[in-house]
């Protein structure tokens, strides 16, 4: 059975320090999705990144980049110079691609992420 | 274009009480899926549409807990004689497709059972 692994309940950090989230899987499948996943306090789950198995490339978005490493089965997180708007709770999820599962998604349990000013 | 939405965004029932919940999905998705959000549990997936059907309804925690969706778009989600570890967050989720898609998230209906 698949699953994710969010070591870090909650980090806090002060306002323009770069954070790394981590997050490991375990999956026997070899077709899988990896997803991020923001949860801000209004609660509403926000889709960051989609990355399929075959696809170790690192990704950059602004101030977001991914780093997956399937030697490690991890696919970890950063945020450069965050922000207060960064405050919420992200969910790393992984996704086998089963047919009869549609895209089923399993989630680790969230990293909360304080950003002070 | 609209999201997906849901409702009601809040529910407070007694424990013994059926309760619905609704989800509307992005238009045109053909997949929808409902998970359950707790503070014990976390986010756990309950069933899972394509189109009118239920493929997956491997994470529906009980048989007082039913599903269905209806001309591929509208979803319902009935709990029978709700108990109180039945309260949650409520979510559903829409994509394109059955694989391969993006899943949006709708806002959640937050139930709490007395």
């Known amino acids: 059975a698949q699953k994710v692994t969010q070591a870090q309940t909650e980090i806090s950090v002060v306002e323009k320090e770069d954070v790394t989230l981590d997050c490991v899987y375990e999956?026997?499948?070899?077709?899988?999705?990896l997803f991020w996943y923001k949860q801000p306090p209004s609660g509403e789950l926000v889709f960051l990144i989609r990355r399929n198995s075959f696809d170790e490339q690192n990704e950059i978005s602004g101030r977001y980049s991914w780093n997956f490493q399937k030697s490690t089965s991890s696919f970890n997180f950063t945020i450069t110079a965050s922000q207060v708007v960064d405050s919420a709770v992200y969910f790393c999820?992984?996704?086998?691609?089963?047919?009869?599962?549609?895209?089923?998604?399993?989630f680790g349990t969230g990293t909360r992420l304080a950003v002070r000013p | 274009g609209a999201g997906v939405s849901q409702s009601p965004s809040n529910k407070v029932t007694e424990k013994g009480k059926d309760v619905e919940l609704r989800c509307d999905p992005i238009s045109g998705h053909t997949a929808l899926y409902w998970y359950r959000q707790s503070l014990g549990q976390g986010l756990e997936f309950l069933i899972y549409?394509?189109?009118?059907?239920?493929?997956?309804k491997s994470g529906l925690p009980s048989d007082r807990f039913s599903a269905e969706r209806t001309g591929g778009s509208v979803s319902t989600l009935t709990i029978q004689r709700t108990q109180q570890e039945d309260s949650a967050v409520y979510l559903c989720?829409?994509?394109?497709?059955?694989?391969?898609?993006?899943?949006?998230f709708g806002p959640g209906t937050r139930l709490t059972v007395l």
């Open positions: 999820a992984l996704s086998e691609a089963i047919k009869s599962s549609g895209d089923k998604l399993t």
């Open positions: 989720a829409s994509s394109p497709g059955p694989i391969t898609d993006t899943q949006y």
């Open positions: 999956t026997r499948d070899t077709t899988y999705y």
């Open positions: 549409f394509q189109g009118n059907s239920a493929p997956d």
